[in-house]
């Protein structure tokens, strides 16, 4: 197969969408270009002393690895340098950046919300760990930035994707016309189309969750993890348990192998732990367009009507079948 590079398979999908103008596209761009410069920096985290933790405390309360400050400056400032972003809202930050008042950005129609380095408490062990990336564009032209066009339904994003930073380094995403997966070549420094037209199985036999929670866990929970665990003579059901503790790592392997991830409301989370606008949302936009569903046990992920920057939701995510056999304990509960 020839090699497509991101940037021509972007050029390419432009022609979906007749009235786009290439700012997509070139926010786009701008991502892949962020993505490989925070490659270079993980896959050499062992050697550059940029490992260990910089004391800082991140929003989430959250010690800051190294590498958390160093991916969050380089995707902020590709979204700054490209023209195409007026506003970043990034789990690094409180409050959101507004690059509406940089004279490049001024005319700007997207909004991103962003986890730079999503799993980083892994880097130390050499876990893969991702960026998460969610677009929405504008609601208006003539006025600073609303907060209503910041916390947006899920359902109008216009594109979603995250980076994988692992055995190899993939990016994958949607504009809404289905799923594509980006592998890079190192040697050429290019993004080239691996997974062309991603879908997930509607049935797997992975199940991912902390089991370690599980006395935290909300009884439909624990009556679907003791479902899986059951032989049932008729189907023979055969579950594994595969969980890596990087969200990113563990929807991806579910993407790929089929699988569905769990993080519940707990005792210690009683939203849940993952965060709607960064990681939730974009998940959801990704595996919804492979075929898959995503929902918090009662309610589309997607249809959620944010109140606040970094709200937490509970999550239930992946092969369609497996995920509305989680809602059944939730309903019958
Ligand atoms: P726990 C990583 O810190 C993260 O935000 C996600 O990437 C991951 O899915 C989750 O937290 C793991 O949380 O409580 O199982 O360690």
Known sequence: MAIKTLGQFIIEKQADFPY??????????DIG???KLVNRVVNKAGLADILGQQGDINVQGEVQQKLD??????FI?????GGECC?????EHEEGVDLSTNVTSREAKYI???DPLDGSSNIDSNVSVGTIFSIYRRLYADRPIQKEEILQVGRKQVAAGYIIYGSSTMLVYTTGCGVNGFTLDPSIGEFCLSHPDMKIAAQGSIYSINEGYY??????????????????????RPYTSRYIGSMVADIHRNLIKGGVFIYPQTSNHPEGKLRLMYECNPMAFIVEQAGGKATTGKIAILDIQPQLLHQRVPIVIGSSDMVEQVESFYANH
Not at 77 to 81: D, R, Y
């Open 112 to 114: 991103v919300c962003i």
């Open 69 to 74: 400050v160093y991916a969050d400056t380089q």
């Open 20 to 29: 786009a103008k290439g700012e997509l596209s070139r926010l786009l761009r």
């Open 33 to 35: 270009i962020a993505a």
């Open 215 to 236: 006395s935290k866990f909300p009884q439909p929970v624990k009556q679907y993890i003791k479902y899986c665990q059951e032989i049932d003579s008729a189907t023979n």
């Open 87 to 91: 506003y970043v809202a990034s789990e």
């Open 77 to 81: 400032n590709a979204l700054k340098m």
